[in-house]
Nanobody, 123 residues
């Protein structure tokens, strides 16, 4: 059984920064792609960023490109999301997810999910 645990969420003012972490327990982390998604109240879950397994290639949603950076540390079985220049519209619960093979922007292609961490950006 694979378990994902997010941390690092919180309350921050607009323009501020946060770094989210997602620890992966079980499975073979280094051979799996990782993704970050978010869900705001009353909205569907949306793609934020994804990183590949072997080449660590990345892809971002247009809304966060240039502000957010996804990275991974295979030695620590952890994926990160560095969020800079935060905006009120970034407020959401952020989820990490894992899937075998190549990275993907589609949430239904991910096998396991974390419980989520709340990010709130005040104006």
């Amino acid at each position: 059984q694979v378990r994902l645990v997010e941390s690092g969420g919180g309350l921050v003012q607009a323009g501020g920064s946060l770094r989210l972490s997602c620890g992966v327990f079980g499975g073979t982390f280094r051979y799996n792609a990782m993704g970050w998604f978010r869900q705001a109240p009353g909205k569907e879950r949306e793609f934020v960023a994804t990183i590949g397994a072997t080449d660590s290639s990345t892809s971002y949603a247009d809304s966060v490109k240039g502000r957010f950076t996804i990275s991974r540390d295979n030695a620590k079985n952890t994926v990160y999301l560095q969020m800079n220049s935060l905006k009120p519209e970034d407020t959401a619960v952020y989820y990490c997810a894992i899937r075998p093979g190549v990275r993907s922007t589609h949430p239904n292609e991910y096998n396991y999910w974390g419980q989520g961490t709340q990010v709130t950006v005040s104006s």
